[in-house]
């Protein structure tokens, strides 16, 4: 395998990786924040609910996520790549691996804070976040959220929506 085949494999991952979090996205409509101190007006409720989205989206967030750590290892692994496709491959690695910590982080501290269910996706330096409630988002709870992605991804992209 040439150069040129490693660079063409890299670029499909990535833009697997980008499909994947456009595919997580386009699930419900999504809190696009201003500044830190948006309102829960500005908070939109999707019309899916129940618990089986959640699961779902936690099924697939993890079944995305392995199967991209599986064809970066792979490419890591591969000797026959040039050594600048497997260092990138090695650093989308690290980073997917550190946004799954993340998200899980958020979810759990989330959970900590009174919401019955949350789903975190993290992906270019952006979060969404989907929260379990009966109710609209008050602004307390929409701020919490904002506290938790920025104290623990050190992330200030975010989008907030909720589904019952």
Do not use: H
Request: glycine fraction near 4%.
């Amino acid at each position: 395998m040439n150069k040129k085949q490693g660079i063409i494999i890299v670029s499909l991952l990535v833009l697997i990786v980008i499909a994947g979090v456009l595919a997580t996205r386009v699930q419900g409509p999504l809190y696009f924040p201003t500044d830190e101190t948006a309102s829960s007006e500005d908070v939109e409720k999707s019309s899916e609910s129940g618990d089986e989205y959640f699961s779902q989206a936690k099924l697939n967030k993890t079944s995305q996520s392995e199967d991209t750590l599986k064809n970066l290892r792979t490419i890591i692994e591969d000797e026959s790549l040039p050594e600048d496709s497997r260092r990138e491959a090695k650093d989308q690695y690290v980073s997917v691996n550190l946004n799954a910590q993340n998200e899980t982080k958020i979810e759990e501290d989330l959970k900590g804070k009174g919401f019955e269910d949350a789903v975190v996706t993290i992906g270019n330096d952006k979060a969404s976040v989907i929260v379990k409630s009966d109710k609209e988002l008050t602004d307390e709870q929409t701020r919490m959220i904002q506290k938790s992605i920025i104290t623990i991804a050190n992330i200030k992209d975010f989008e907030i929506t909720y589904k019952q």
